[in-house]
Nanobody
Framework: QVQLVESGGGLVQPGGSLRLSCALS????????MSWYRQAPGKQREVVAV???????NYASSVKGRFTISRDNFKNTVYLQMDSLNPEDTAAYYC????????????WGQGTQVTVSS
């Protein structure tokens, strides 16, 4: 059974940094495209960053240049380095694993809260 376990959220001041981690277990990591999503209160869940098994990345325009997604295929872990955080980044952050070989299935982590406030 595939499981995603996230860690690294918390409270940070504006301008600060956090690094989120998401560890996948129960499957072969490199058949998944990994993504980070976030959902702020009263808003829809939105994609923040994506990384393919080959390391290609894509970012939402709101975080480009501030956030960096990476993956360690030996540790079965994806990371989201978040710099220059601002209050608009406050949200619950979710890790997503999209299986890229049939059957194509999406898995979600439980979410980790990031709060940017002074």
């Amino acid at each position: 059974q595939v499981q995603l376990v996230e860690s690294g959220g918390g409270l940070v001041q504006p301008g600060g940094s956090l690094r989120l981690s998401c560890a996948l277990s129960g499957s072969i990591f490199n058949i998944y495209t990994m993504s980070w999503y976030r959902q702020a209160p009263g808003k829809q869940r939105e994609v923040v960053a994506v990384i393919t098994s080959g390391g290609a990345t894509n970012y939402a325009s709101s975080v480009k240049g501030r956030f960096t997604i990476s993956r360690d295929n030996f540790k079965n872990t994806v990371y989201l380095q978040m710099d220059s955080l601002n209050p608009e980044d406050t949200a619950a952050y979710y890790c997503n694993a999209k299986r890229m070989v049939p059957p194509t299935i999406d898995y979600w982590g439980q979410g980790t809260q990031v709060t940017v406030s002074s």
